[in-house]
């Protein structure tokens, strides 16, 4: 089965097209970065601009990646003949970013007669671990816990079986990725903030020398709405600690910022660990997979390491050129037999905060 994916959810415009659920024939993602770096983070109406602006040329160069030669200008109709399916993220993300990749979608299902597929951001950050030759088959593995943390997102899910999966742990407020980039427009490091973050704390050897609040909510808080206190975290707090912090120790040198991004990427690594490794505690998962964008991060994924090894389960993280929002994992997911299908994909609109295991 071959499906072209389609993805706008948020400000890389990208498309795809997978073979079996795991074959990768191309991929191609336009990143806004740079459009929104003078704004310190992603605003939505810029962003569904640019994805108006970019979603048709993405896709066909998606397409001759896949069927061309390497000599063709133009998508030959014929292409289409040996696409099966076309898959799109219908949720979570931006609205005004995800009706644009939906809208093309659908027009393209309609075009060509292919059935459309609506996809879960988050479940197909869960995907994207097995899109790569070395991964196992996920029939091998159920249930295994899956940690997506991005810009927009961390949650820890337990997958159970084909399609099936729930929230078992999230965040009560900011993500991960929205606590590095609040901490980078704190301390003027630029956008987006993870990565800069990532190579300072490198750079002084990922130490702590700071205590910053690790982000444990406390039991019966409304909010967590029945989930485990000890399997959630909260990182509005952190952000506001360092904020004090600066304010009363203002960097004096690149040594001493390099200090506290050290120390506040640590509090978020920890707070990350802790929560997989009491969820790997019991016993009870075959296996500790890991997507989104902030599992780029090198002290998260060297902790995580250590993580699953300590209870015994193999790891599985994306590889690096999926880990951030792409095209790849939403076809892949769909050619594995995810999303919705038939005449409710057609009738489907975009929804914001689709949490992963809904419809």
């Known amino acids: 089965m071959i499906v072209l994916g389609i993805e706008s959810s948020c400000d890389e415009t990208a498309a795809a097209v997978v073979a079996d659920g795991r074959s990768v024939l191309s991929t191609v993602i336009y990143s806004q970065g740079a459009l929104h770096q003078p704004y310190g983070g992603v605003v939505p109406e810029i962003a569904s601009r640019s994805h108006l602006e970019k979603i048709a040329g993405v896709i066909s160069t998606a397409m001759l990646q896949a069927f061309g030669s390497g000599t063709e200008t133009q998508v030959a109709p014929a292409w289409w003949e040996q696409v099966d399916a076309i898959a799109v993220t219908y949720g979570p993300g931006l609205a005004s970013s995800l009706i644009v990749g939906l809208s093309a979608a659908k027009g393209l299902a309609l075009r060509t007669g292919k059935p459309l597929i609506g996809i879960n951001h988050i479940e197909a950050h869960i995907h994207s671990v097995f899109l790569s030759p070395e991964a196992p088959a996920p029939a091998m593995l159920y249930p295994y816990v899956a940690l997506v943390v991005s810009g927009g997102h961390s949650s820890l899910i337990e997958v159970t079986a084909p399609r099936k999966c729930r929230v078992i742990g999230q965040t009560l407020d900011d993500a991960a990725g929205e606590a590095f980039d609040k901490a980078a427009r704190l301390l003027e490091l630029g956008y987006p903030g993870g990565p800069v973050i990532d190579k300072i704390a490198r750079g002084a050897g990922c130490c702590s020398t700071i205590d910053f609040p690790k982000g444990s909510p406390r039991a019966g808080n409304p909010i967590l709405g029945g989930l485990n206190p000890e399997l959630c975290v909260s990182f509005s707090g952190l952000k506001t600690a360092l904020m004090y912090y600066v304010r009363k120790n203002p960097p004096r040198d690149q040594a001493e910022v390099a200090a506290v991004v050290s120390s506040y990427q ?16 019991p016993g009870r998962y075959k296996a500790l997979a890991v997507g989104g964008g902030v599992s780029l991060n090198s002290r998260l994924r060297e902790r995580l390491t250590a993580v699953a090894a300590e209870a015994g389960v193999p790891i ?28 409710a994909a057609m009738e489907l609109d975009v929804v914001p905060s689709l949490v992963a295991g809904s419809v």
């Open 316 to 343: 599985l993280l994306a590889q690096p050129r999926f880990c951030g929002d792409n095209a790849a994992m939403i076809a892949g997911l769909a050619g594995a037999g995810g999303g919705v299908t038939g005449a």
């Open 266 to 281: 640590e509090a978020i690594v920890d707070a990350l660990a802790q929560r997989c490794a009491t969820a790997l505690a």
